[in-house]
Nanobody, 113 residues
C-alpha cells in the first residue's frame, strides 16, 4: 500500500486548509487511518485518527478546529483544518493501520502571515 498525501501549503493565521491522503494498491476502508505531524525540533505527535467505523479521535490542541473524515467509500481521508495557528506549522504525515503501519510521504503546512 502506498499513501499519497496532498493539499499542504502556506496559509495565513485563522485560515482554513484541507489535506488529503489517498491510498493506492488496496482498499483500506476496513482499517484505521489518521494524521501525525512533526514540527522542527519537536517529536511527531498524533493529530487525528478515524476508525473504519468512523470513530474519531483528536489531539487536545486541535479539537474544535480540525475534522477528519473518510471520503469515497472510505478509501481516502481528509483533514479539514480551520482557524489555523502558527503553532500548527509542521509536516503532516498520514498513516494506515493494518497489521503493519504504513506512512505517507508527508505534506508541509505553514501557517504564517
Amino acid at each position: 500500500v502506498q499513501l499519497q498525501a496532498s493539499g499542504g501549503g502556506l496559509v495565513q493565521p485563522g485560515g482554513p486548509l484541507r489535506i488529503s491522503c489517498a491510498p493506492s494498491g488496496s482498499s483500506v476502508r476496513f482499517y484505521a487511518m489518521g494524521w501525525y505531524r512533526q514540527a522542527p525540533g519537536k517529536q511527531r505527535e498524533l493529530v487525528a485518527s478515524i476508525t473504519s467505523g468512523g470513530q474519531r479521535n483528536y489531539a487536545d490542541s486541535v479539537k474544535g478546529r480540525f475534522t477528519i473524515s473518510r471520503v469515497g467509500a472510505g478509501n481516502m481521508v481528509n483533514l479539514q483544518m480551520n482557524s489555523l495557528k502558527p503553532e500548527d506549522t509542521a509536516v503532516y504525515y498520514c498513516y494506515l493501520d493494518t497489521a503493519y503501519r504504513y506512512w505517507g510521504q508527508g505534506t508541509q503546512v505553514t501557517v504564517s502571515s
